[in-house]
């Protein structure tokens, strides 16, 4: 920062030094005291004062700031190192859109009173980028040409245009935005002004967006596309332009030298094989017709003429092939590309209803042409993996005989080097794909995991030259086996093949400590188990930063609140807010420096990514959760408050942008190798969106109420008598010009509230009417259940409406009768919620249950209820505060008999106002006593894993203890439950310290609850 | 670009995402991914151009990473080689360095025998975690020559398609 600034006078250069050293080092205090010393020599100095803002700033006295800035503004200053600072402050300060605004105004004051400053301008244009106002942007480009006519200044300005079609409709772009970048290029064109590659790529872009491809091709094969310096892009360029033009033959015949020059790139290949197709379909069946314009590279004559004819039968696409493949065989190392290829031309003529059989031959050989050549290699199977569904059922057999014939171990034999040991995780995990492991009974099962963690204790032999940074190559085994016991985990519903799995992957990763594919299984065991902090833990192993907090939240993020682990709740939703609000600004730098740099492609993208971050579902719901996070851990009424304010939550706005809502999640991230319809469809990732849109339309919408409710009994308070309370609303203008109630309430606000609570309760009933379905567990990569289910399980809606209700009649009059009813509705709901929950621990805690097969359930049951019991407690803040006023009148006077009663009956409805409120809270208090001392049992119960017979028991060591064959041998003598040891106790205890704290989070929130509980009763 | 929807969980180098936007607006010619079909990142090259030297001009890889289950395919030495290309032609470059760590036999060699890399120095506690880095050089005189001149004796493929590109364009000039 220090290092841009030039001052005009050295002397205040000078002095400005010591200021900015100490806001480099962080010394705020010293850089405010410096700037004050400045200051008193030169009271005027601009830049002195701005940078004193910056220190008060970064002091936390964002108003002193702000009060500083506009006084510096109205000077309208012009100097860099000003402007610099103050762009530096706002940049800085809380509300980001104020403050981009801003920056442009300043800018804009300076570049008026200095109309021929080039580098003020060039700010005030880049100012413009940081709000996406394309429309000045381009104004502002224009000036600069004019003033120095330089090219990137030029194209500053059609970028704009362009980014103004990107945002109008599309009629209007293609009928008068997009023309008029056009003609503004192609009058630098017919000038000979076109300098640079970014510029042509630019006219290239503007051109395909009206879809005038002939036109681009012109380009790209014109003088200009001279200027088309990266190497990889001409030809890719024209293949594509092309294709879009439908002019198949010359497709064709580009994506055969392309093919020619890299047999291994993939996207040649779909596109040589959709040119193909069209060309037959076309029946332009003139294969005597030699290519013409296309083929430049032919004039050597070195090229064969089979690479020079477009291909128009199946029959010329099957002999390319075997061009391609013959010279592949002739490689030193043989690519992928020509045996996939095969595959893939097998599959489109199947889609198209063809006999590939005829013309291919038969599939098993063609897969098996493919799994000789690479069958040892890691990718094979995620190669194969797409074309698997052309293989008859009938066929699975004979081709996974082959493939182990190809592999060639006797039964029993272990693979004697780390080829052969490769060739058979292929199989294997082609042996699951196709389905062969889904037929298997649940000893099969065990029985396959246990011969399988043999391979991989044999496999370690082979580890002896890997990294720590790599992952161990026998890993796939320990992770086959873990997928299998997830299987009989489906199939029996016991937790203690969850448990086993988490121990064959937790040995796994002290083997193999950076294999995220084991910490991602681990992590979902963890879950499934209930235990959030263990789960957490192996969370944090997994180091997600950046994008992977959007594309990978759902994994855990959404999770781990109803876990019970409200320390790493929080943290999590800090950081994953930190990275979307941080992205925003990030990525207006990026846009800036894209213009800098003239990566006018990238714009565009960057917009997009921009967009799509500010879209994200995860974002819209991380946001809404961690507001009411905060409002469950608030302590007292006055906490609430003041949050709601803090947060700016506006109840009449409903902020979510619902059409545009976008899923980021990355739902293929787990690995897995069963068959194709145990895979995470299309469907289930809708589905999982839908219920969390679902989910998010009612949270949002708790929130919204929530705040309507808070901000009646502030307001109600703030005109109240006690003047205790100064609740400076001013900050919700549209609401506080309503007119006032006698009873102090404003209309708007009151409407509002009314308003949102009938859409509450009418998405509740719809809800209930139409329940989804969840998606089924037998997809291991499948997101876990929306919370949705859990919440609607939970009575937390009905308690909250019920409670909404209580407050709409607290504010109107007369209706005593319905008050006490909804009013013990409501506590009777979060009473039976806590009997509940107590009666579920006892069913967990009774001997001989699975406990760690229910406990997710029973957490996620408490600490809904413990939520519930939150916002009832705030509602009772509320209610309070209504009813308080009446009480400060009562007693008013009884004291002074200063105030003229109506009549007694209003005073009696008062009191009975009071009492009914003042029994609700009695009553939730109980509940919440009652629901901790049922977390007290459950926290006494010991530690018994031992009720699970768990496999890896005394067994000599840890390998050994995995073996989960030989030791249900174990169980079946009846030396199980002895002393754990090693790896075992590790994961018990994990398991147990996670679950302890859980429980003490939760009894320590239930505490605060209480006592905020008793601070509402009157 | 691509990059930042990369999965960071497959790929080892987990660089800030402003590093990887630096490089990819200031030399967007140089980096390079490998993508499977589905337009999964399965490898990537970062590179650059070393900024402080006009009159020698050269390029610097800052990050190589080819996913483990696309090991062993060529993958790595065709996005080193285009990496290198580009270097060349767009902006002239003599020679391409890196840091490698000491310990990383793979890479080595790699390095070493595939791309024929030379170790230039020996870089102590180069690595945050206090391991030497070898530092290593490719010419890429040679490397740009030897393409045009013999374009047919290569045996490796990627080799020769590079060649013909080169080809054609010399012809054109």
């Known amino acids: 920062m220090a290092a841009k600034v030039h001052v005009d006078s050295s002397v205040g250069e000078r002095r400005l030094r010591p200021i900015y050293d100490w806001l480099d080092n962080g010394n705020n205090k010293k850089a405010l005291q410096e ?180 036109e681009a091709l012109q380009v790209v094969e014109g003088p200009l596309g001279e200027k088309l310096i990266s190497y990889v892009f001409i030809p890719l360029k024209r293949a594509s332009l092309l294709m879009k033009l439908e002019r198949w033959r010359d497709t064709n015949i580009l994506y055969k030298l392309l093919l020619r020059e890299d047999m291994d790139r993939w996207s040649y290949y779909m596109d040589y094989f959709t040119s193909a197709l069209a060309l037959l379909d076309s029946g332009q069946n003139d294969s005597a017709k030699v290519a013409d314009s296309v083929t430049p590279t032919d004039s050597d004559g070195s090229i064969d003429a089979r690479w020079q004819v477009a291909d128009c039968t199946l029959e010329m696409c099957k002999d390319f092939l075997s061009l391609l493949l013959s010279e592949n065989e002739a490689l030193s ?69 082959k493939v182990n014939e190809t592999v060639g171990l006797r039964e029993g034999e272990l693979p004697s080097s780390i080829r052969r040991m490769q060739q058979h995780i292929s199989s294997v995990q082609l042996s699951r794909c196709v389905g062969c492991h889904m037929d298997l009974n649940v000893v099969d099962k065990l029985a396959l995991a246990s011969s399988l963690l043999q391979y991989y204790d044999h496999g370690h032999t082979f580890n002896r030259d890997v990294l720590q940074t790599e992952f161990a190559c026998n890993d796939p085994y320990a992770l086959l086996a873990a997928h299998i016991l997830y299987d009989v985990w489906v199939d029996t519903g016991s937790s203690q093949h969850i448990y086993d799995a988490i121990l064959v992957l937790e040995y796994a990763l002290t083997v193999s400590p950076s294999n995220f594919h084991i910490k991602l299984l681990l992590l979902r065991f963890y879950t499934i188990l209930g235990a959030g902090g263990a789960a957490h833990r192996v969370y944090e192993l997994l180091d997600v930063k950046h994008m992977q907090l959007d594309s990978l939240g759902y994994y855990h993020c959404n999770h781990i609140f109803v876990t019970g682990q409200l320390a790493a709740t929080s943290a999590l939703y800090e950081a994953t807010l930190k990275f979307f609000t941080g992205n925003y600004k990030d990525s207006a730098d990026h846009l800036t420096f894209s213009y800098k740099f003239g990566s006018f492609l990238k714009i565009e993208e960057f917009v997009e990514f921009r967009e799509r971050l500010k879209n994200s579902l995860h974002y819209a719901l991380v946001t809404i959760e961690r507001i ?118 404003s209309v708007p606000r009151y409407e509002t509230f009314v308003k949102i609570c009938d859409e509450l309760l009418s998405l509740y009933e719809s809800f209930t009417a139409n329940p989804t379905i969840q998606v089924s567990q037998n997809v291991i990569g499948a997101p876990l259940p929306s919370r949705l289910y859990g919440y609607l399980a939970s009575s937390s809606c009905c308690v909250l409406l019920e409670l909404f209700g209580l407050i709409k ?89 200063k105030k003229n009663c109506n009549n007694q009956r209003n005073q009696q409805s008062q009191l009975r106002r009071i009492e009914v409120l003042n029994k609700l809270v009695s009553e939730l208090q109980g509940a919440a006593e009652e629901l901790d001392s049922a977390l007290e049992y459950w926290e006494s119960l010991p530690p018994t894993l031992s009720v699970i017979s768990i496999f890896a028991e005394d067994l000599p060591s840890h390998l050994q203890a995995l073996c989960l064959f030989e030791s249900e041998h174990g169980n079946q003598n009846g030396c199980c439950n002895s002393t754990r040891s090693g790896l075992g106790s590790a994961v018990d205890t994990k398991l147990y310290d996670s679950h302890m704290s859980s429980l003490r989070e939760i009894r320590n929130l239930l505490q605060v609850k209480i006592k905020y509980l008793s601070s509402v009763k009157i | ?99 490698v760590r000491k310990s990383n036999r793979a890479a080595l060699n790699l390095y070493t025998n595939t791309l024929k890399f030379t170790i230039s120095e020996i870089e102590p506690k180069y690595y945050a975690d206090g391991e030497d880095a070898y530092a290593m050089k490719r010419d890429l005189v040679s490397f740009a020559s030897q393409n045009i001149a013999r374009p047919d004796s290569s045996s490796c493929h990627e080799i020769k398609s590079s060649a013909h590109e080169v080809d054609k364009k010399d012809k054109k000039d």
């Not at chain 1, 098996?368 to 293989?391: E, I, T």
């Not at chain 2, 800052?62 to 483990?68: D, E, F, M």
Request: with cysteine; charged share 25%; glycine share 4%.
């Open chain 1, 333 to 401: 190392r043989r690519l992928r590309g020509p045996y996939l290829a095969y595959l893939e031309f097998y599959r489109r003529l199947h889609e198209r209803g063809d006999n590939p059989e005829e013309f291919l031959g038969d599939i098993v050989e063609l897969f098996m042409r493919y799994f000789r050549n690479f069958g040892d290699k890691p990718c094979c199977v995620s190669d194969l993996k797409m074309f698997l569904p052309l293989l008859p059922n009938n066929r699975t057999k004979d081709f996974i005989q």
């Open chain 1, 809 to 897: 009649l607290l504010i109107q009059d007369n209706e005593d009768e319905s008050l006490t009813k909804m009013a013990s509705t409501a506590a009777e709901l979060v009473t039976s919620a806590v009997r509940k929950a107590s009666g579920m621990i006892k069913v967990h805690g009774s001997d001989g249950t699975d406990q760690l097969a229910g406990r997710r359930g029973v957490l996620e049951y408490v600490v809904n209820t413990v939520e519930m019991i939150s916002f009832a407690a705030i509602l009772c803040g509320v209610g309070h505060s209504l009813v308080r006023p009446f009480k400060a009148t009562l007693i008013g006077k009884s004291k002074k008999k």
């Open chain 2, 1 to 99: 670009m691509n990059m930042q929807h990369c999965n960071l969980l497959c790929l080892p180098e987990n660089y800030q995402m402003k590093y990887y936007f630096y490089h990819g607006l200031s030399w967007p010619q140089l980096s390079y991914v490998a993508e499977d079909e589905r337009g999964n990142i399965v490898g990537y090259v970062l590179a650059k151009m070393e900024e402080d030297s006009e009159d020698d001009p050269h390029g610097h890889i800052t990050s190589l990473a080819v996913k483990r289950s696309h090991r062993r395919l060529g993958l790595a030495q065709k996005l080193m080689d285009q990496a290198s290309r580009s270097m060349v032609e767009c902006f002239n470059a003599k020679y391409v360095s890196l840091h």
């Open chain 1, 35 to 214: 700037a004050e010393k400045v200051l008193k020599k030169q009271p005027n100095f601009q830049c002195a004062k701005v940078l004193k803002a910056l220190a008060l700033l970064r002091l936390g006295k964002e108003d002193e700031c702000m009060q500083l800035l506009d006084a510096v503004r109205t000077e309208i200053p012009c100097d860099d190192s000003t402007l610099q600072a103050m762009t530096i402050c706002y940049r800085e300060i809380h509300n980001r859109m104020l403050a981009a605004e801003r920056i442009c105004e300043i800018y804009e004051a300076a570049t008026k009173k200095e109309p021929n400053n080039e580098e003020l301008l060039t700010h005030l244009f880049m100012s413009y980028v940081r709000v996406a106002d394309y429309k000045k942007q381009q104004q502002t480009a224009m000036a600069l040409y004019k003033l120095k006519p330089k090219n990137p200044y030029y194209f500053w300005a059609v970028m704009s245009v362009v980014m103004q079609a990107h945002k109008a409709d599309e009629k209007l772009a293609k009928t008068v935005v997009l023309p008029l970048a056009e003609r503004m290029v192609k009058k630098f064109v017919s000038d000979g002004k076109i300098e640079a590659e970014q510029e042509v790529q630019l006219y290239l872009m503007i051109l395909e967006m009206q879809g005038k491809y002939d």
């Open chain 1, 628 to 745: 009411l996070f905060e409002l469950v851990i608030s302590k007292n009424f006055l906490d609430t408050v003041k949050y709601i304010e803090g947060m700016d939550v506006t109840p009449e706005k409903d902020k979510v942008d619902w059409d545009n809502l976008q899923d980021n999640r990355d739902v293929q991230v787990i690995t897995s190798w069963d068959p194709h319809l145990r895979q995470v469809s299309k469907e289930i990732e809708h589905q999982i969106f839908l219920d969390d849109m679902s989910f998010l339309r009612i949270r949002n919408l708790t929130v919204r109420c929530l705040a309507a409710a808070v901000d009646i009994g502030c307001a109600n308070e703030s005109n109240s008598p006690d003047p205790k309370q100064q609740h400076h609303s001013d900050n919700v203008e549209p609401v506080m010009n309503g007119e006032i109630k006698d009873d102090a309430i």
